[in-house]
């Protein structure tokens, strides 16, 4: 098949647009009947600090990264009430698919959002000024009910982050994939082959993986240099197999 027809995009409905009930807003905006983009996969995902910090990991040291991480974690949209802190977290496939959602989603701040492109989903967003614990201003959160991926190759990394390629029906898969003929066990910072107390085994024999996680995994296991961090591989197979 023609492979601008397969390009990807990373979509992620945010705990904002959850609390709101503006999910089926989101989902009607993207659908197939405007954009002409399928789904390739969907899942809901109770976001835990180690996805979340892979996932913006660009925005470590920034001064709003600690508001980001509870806002995708759903902290800040659902302080008391843990079990509602969920994200939808979607793969959409198709012709332009990345830049599609980019224009339909718009500008990053709500405000400029409504000032440009009136319309978009991001001109129904919010900021929430922030104060510590004194009261005093610390700046703002920027609340914008989605996420898109920013180019196609923000989208590979990051539904490699979301996804294993299970979640994905085969014949929409467009990375390339791996059998594995090994375990691998996951601590923090840590990688086994064996099973170690307190690990988790995050890849079995016979397991579909992508090939990028697979050659990361031998390099990360031999104490090499690997292109992503050991947490990068392992968030995926954590997604809501425990809480924080
Ligand atoms: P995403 O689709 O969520 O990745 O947004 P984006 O690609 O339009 O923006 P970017 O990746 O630069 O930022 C990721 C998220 O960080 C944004 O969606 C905002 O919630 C937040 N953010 C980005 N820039 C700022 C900023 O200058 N101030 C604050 N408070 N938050 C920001
Ligand atoms: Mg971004």
Same mark, same amino acid.
């Given at each position: 098949?023609?492979?601008?027809?397969?390009?990807?995009?990373?979509?992620?409905?945010?705990?904002?647009?959850?609390?709101?009930?503006?999910?089926?807003?989101?989902?009607?905006?993207?659908?197939?009947?405007?954009?002409?983009?399928?789904?390739?996969?969907?899942?809901?995902?109770?976001?835990?600090?180690?996805?979340?910090?892979?996932?913006?990991?660009?925005?470590?040291?920034?001064?709003?990264?600690?508001?980001?991480?509870?806002?995708?974690?759903?902290?800040?949209?659902? /302080?008391?009430?843990?079990?509602?802190?969920?994200? &939808?977290?979607?793969?959409?496939?198709? @012709? !332009? *698919?990345?830049?599609? =959602?980019?224009?339909?989603?718009?500008?990053?701040?709500?405000?400029?959002?409504?000032?440009?492109?009136?319309?978009?989903?991001?001109?129904?967003?919010?900021?929430?000024?922030?104060?510590?614990?004194?009261?005093? /201003?610390?700046?703002?959160?920027?609340?914008?009910? &989605?996420?898109?991926?920013?180019?196609? @190759? !923000? *989208?590979?990394?990051? =539904?490699?982050?979301?996804?294993?390629?299970?979640?994905?029906?085969?014949?929409?898969?467009?990375?390339?994939?791996?059998?594995?003929?090994?375990?691998?066990?996951?601590?923090?910072?840590?990688?086994?082959?064996?099973?170690?107390?307190?690990?988790?085994?995050?890849?079995?024999?016979?397991?579909?993986?992508?090939?990028?996680?697979?050659?990361?995994?031998?390099?990360?296991?031999?104490?090499?240099?690997?292109?992503?961090?050991?947490?990068?591989?392992?968030?995926?197979?954590?997604?809501?197999?425990?809480?924080?």
């Amino acid at each position: 098949m023609d492979k601008k027809l397969l390009e990807q995009s990373l979509v992620l409905i945010k705990p904002d647009a959850m609390n709101n009930s503006l999910t089926g807003y989101v989902l009607s905006q993207l659908s197939e009947f405007h954009t002409g983009l399928r789904f390739a996969g969907a899942k809901i995902v109770n976001v835990n600090r180690m996805l979340a910090e892979e996932h913006y990991a660009e925005h470590r040291g920034k001064p709003f990264y600690a508001p980001l991480i509870e806002y995708i974690i759903g902290i800040s949209h659902y /302080p008391d009430e843990p079990w509602k802190r969920r994200t &939808i977290a979607l793969v959409y496939q198709g @012709e !332009d *698919a990345v830049q599609k =959602i980019r224009d339909i989603s718009g500008p990053t701040n709500p405000h400029v959002a409504r000032e440009k492109r009136p319309g978009c989903i991001r001109s129904l967003g919010t900021i929430v000024p922030l104060k510590d614990a004194a009261g005093n /201003p610390i700046g703002d959160r920027i609340d914008n009910l &989605i996420h898109a991926s920013a180019n196609k @190759e !923000d *989208a590979e990394r990051e =539904i490699k982050l979301w996804f294993v390629p299970g979640d994905i029906p085969p014949l929409m898969r467009i990375y390339p994939t791996e059998v594995s003929s090994e375990h691998y066990y996951f601590k923090p910072g840590k990688l086994y082959k064996e099973y170690e107390k307190d690990s988790i085994c995050i890849v079995a024999p016979g397991d579909v993986v992508w090939k990028s996680d697979m050659d990361a995994l031998r390099l990360l296991f031999e104490g090499a240099a690997a292109s992503c961090t050991v947490e990068s591989v392992a968030a995926k197979y954590l997604i809501n197999s425990h809480t924080d």
